[in-house]
């Protein structure tokens, strides 16, 4: 099975199953010299983790990673970086009575056609829960990208179904369970959930994630632009079934003298690109929105087959996230870490640190 590895000079090797006895991932190209403890990646670790409100799976995992390589008396080596999350809280017996049928929504019917075997509990290897290395592996390259250039990364939940949720104080992300900038939608948001959860469903939600101070070059054309291959990566997520960058789908709607951004000496005038121009970053803020489909295990009965083909109804018992959307956040922001983390890497190798010539706001 390939297509485990994201990154060229900055490689993210992700392992495991979502009830094997581990979960993990290898970090390779880290430079020498950072700072890393467990309490770094830990702290990421934490924001994703399943079982911290009524609202996503109560599935208890602590989510404890472990260093095992690449780190030596608190600071990096060089070598590859391998990270360990022991999984603890599998309950497997939940998916006996799927083993032998396809869930609709999910990859069993297509992971079972293209392997010709599959790993029925908690999906496997396509399991939400293989975000969790992703979330350890971005945290090294947060740190990483903050103490060298100032780069920082926030997201927020913009849509959970059909509500949509604003922007007012980014500070509210870290005080509610959805990542929702403010605090006056929450009461709305915890109700609709609740109404959801008794009927066995689930909804989307749309999340927005943004890159600041960011380094000016970063990208390569045509193939290996910034902005395609931040879909990519946005795309290996669960889920996920739409990338825009900056204003996206709304472009389709603005004339081109309100799109472009206009530049004075003081700088950009907007972001209607979302800080990318023909694929190389400018250094504005990298702007980012993702959709993100329904939860496909519920239990209200579907419609499906097993794997002799013979019709069934498919009801999916367990724990689960009714709106895979409210832990997102995290991970979007982590893997936007891991593409420009990579990037930053090719333009040093490439050329060295980028500066403006001649421009102040650079």
């Excluded at 740190?143 to 927020?156: D, S």
């Excluded at 190389?280 to 803020?285: A, F, K, N, R, Y």
């Excluded at 019709?311 to 895979?324: A, I, S």
Aim: charged share 20%; proline share 5%.
């Amino acid at each position: 099975m390939a297509g485990n590895t994201l990154g060229e000079l900055f490689r993210v090797t992700n392992f495991g199953e979502s009830h094997g006895p581990a979960i993990g991932c290898v970090v390779d190209g880290c430079p020498p010299g950072l700072a890393l403890t467990v309490a770094d990646i830990q702290v990421e670790l934490d924001r994703r983790k399943p079982g911290t409100s009524r609202h996503v799976t109560q599935r208890q995992e602590a989510d404890q990673v472990e260093i095992l390589s690449g780190v030596y008396e608190g600071y990096t080596t060089g070598a590859p970086i391998a990270l360990l999350i022991r999984n603890t809280d599998q309950r497997s017996k939940d998916y006996s009575n799927i083993a032998q049928s396809f869930r609709p929504g999910h990859a069993d019917f297509s992971y079972w056609y293209k392997y010709g075997v599959r790993d029925p509990r908690g999906g496997g290897r396509s399991s939400a829960r293989l975000t969790a290395p992703t979330v350890a592996a971005g945290a090294v390259a947060r740190k990483w990208l903050q103490e060298q250039y100032g780069t920082t990364f926030r997201g927020c939940m913009t849509a959970l179904g059909a509500i949509e949720v604003a922007i007012e104080d980014w500070a509210q992300t870290e005080q509610n369970p959805f990542f929702a900038a403010n605090s006056s939608q929450i009461a709305e948001m915890e109700a609709y959930m609740d109404a959801l959860r008794r009927d066995g469903d689930s909804i989307g939600a749309r999340i927005r994630v943004e890159a600041q101070r960011m380094p000016v070059g970063l990208g390569e054309p045509i193939y290996d632009r910034l902005d395609a291959d931040i879909a990519k990566a946005m795309m290996g997520l669960n889920a996920v079934k739409g990338v825009e960058i900056g204003d996206g789908f709304a472009s389709v709607s603005q004339r081109g003298s309100e799109h472009g951004d206009e530049i004075t000496p003081e700088g950009f005038m907007s972001n209607h690109a979302g800080g990318i121009l023909g694929g190389v970053s400018t250094g504005q803020d990298l702007v980012v929105h993702l959709a993100i489909k329904p939860t496909s295990s519920i239990r209200v009965p579907r419609r499906s087959l097993d794997t002799e083909g013979n019709p069934v109804t498919v009801e999916t018992h367990g724990r689960h996230d009714p709106c895979v959307g409210i832990r997102a956040t995290p991970i979007a922001e982590a893997l936007l870490a891991l593409v420009v983390m990579d990037h930053v890497l090719r333009q040093r190798a490439l050329r060295g640190e980028v500066k403006g010539a001649g421009f102040p706001f650079v």
